[in-house]
C-alpha cells in the first residue's frame, strides 16, 4: 500500500511539473522573456512576452511557479520582475502551500 502511494505521489508530482509543456512561450522568441532593461528597447519586448502570455493556456500555473520559486528575472505568468517584488513585498513570508486544484 505504501509503495502503491509512492507511485501515486510521485505521478501527482510529475502532472504539476509539466505544465510547462503546453505553455504558449515554448514557441516564442526566449529573448522577449528576459529584456536586459525594463526601458528603452526592453519595454517593447515585455509588451511581446505579456501578449504571448495572455493567449497561454497555463499562464496561472506559471506565475504560481515563479511566485513559488521566487524567480527575479524575467517574464513569468504575464508579469514583470518589478510587479512580482511588489506581490511577494505586500505579502507576509511563508511556506509555499498548494492549492486544491494542484498549482
Known amino acids: 500500500m505504501v509503495v502503491t502511494e ?9 502532472a504539476q511539473r509539466e ?6 512561450c515554448r514557441t516564442a522568441d526566449p529573448d522577449i522573456f ?6 528603452g528597447p526592453g519595454q517593447e519586448e515585455i509588451a511581446q512576452a505579456k501578449a504571448v502570455c495572455a493567449r497561454c493556456p497555463v499562464r ?7 511566485l ?3 524567480q527575479v528575472h524575467g ?5 514583470t520582475e518589478e510587479e512580482r517584488r511588489l506581490h511577494w513585498s505586500a505579502r507576509p513570508t511563508a511556506p509555499a502551500q498548494r492549492s486544491p486544484d494542484g498549482g
Open 6 to 14: 509512492l507511485l501515486i505521489e510521485r505521478a501527482e508530482r510529475a
Open 19 to 24: 505544465w510547462w509543456q503546453a505553455a504558449a
Open 34 to 39: 528576459f529584456p536586459v532593461s525594463a526601458h
Open 60 to 66: 496561472r500555473q506559471c506565475l504560481r511557479f515563479a
Open 68 to 70: 513559488a520559486t521566487r
Open 75 to 79: 517574464v513569468w505568468g504575464g508579469t
